[in-house]
């Protein structure tokens, strides 16, 4: 079946390192892929858009790639602040699944002083 | 200056009770949709309206029913409530239909049925 699949464990890095976040997808192939910022009682907020044809996109101290034969799209951002920690999810169309949008579980990250 | 809004924020409900949602969106968006997000953080689409008219049901009790009077307000309204049904539902918005168009997310109303 097609998925959408993000490591579940919670990623901790130090602060002014590079966090690494993986999307991966299975069994179809994505369009385009978006990336989500969620702080804990909030509501997802829209970060990137990255179509299949592009194979990086940046927004800031954002990075997302797409890589169509790992199947894969990995969201970097660079020089990390306490202030990123967040719970972060990719989301996706999935083959036949019209205009809705579903996404991965998340990938919580904690950037520590 | 919210730019989506739902109320109430926590609901702590009974078994068996109806309640409902109200999400209202001042962008001037087309587009409104209804997510849940279970304890386990998975959001999943339940129902989307363009310009009042419903374009996605998910696979959703019929328990649930959204209302759209207008392009600017998504109701959604709970039958019976479950066990199940405890969880985070959110409201969010788009400029138009397509899957491309930003999705702008409300801040979310923590369900719990007992």
Known sequence: SQKIEQNSEALNIQEGKTATLTCNYTNYSPAYLQWYRQDPGRGPVFLLLIRENEKEKRKERLKVTFDTTLKQSLFHITASQPADSATYLCAGILTGGGNKLTFGTGTQLKVEL | ?114
């Open chain 2, 1 to 114: 200056d919210t730019a989506v809004s739902q109320t109430p924020k926590y609901l702590v409900t009974q078994m068996g009770n109806d309640k409902s949602i109200k999400c209202e969106q001042n962008l001037g968006h087309d587009t409104m949709y209804w997510y849940k997000q279970d304890s386990k953080k998975f959001l999943k689409i339940m129902f989307s309206y363009n310009n009042k008219e419903l374009i996605i049901n998910e696979t959703v009790p019929n328990r649930f029913s959204p209302k759209s009077p207008d392009k600017a307000h998504l109701n959604l309204h709970i039958n019976s409530l479950e066990l199940g049904d405890s969880a985070v539902y959110f409201c969010a918005s788009s400029q138009g239909a397509e899957s491309t168009d930003t999705q702008y997310f409300g801040p979310g109303t923590r369900l719990t049925v007992l």
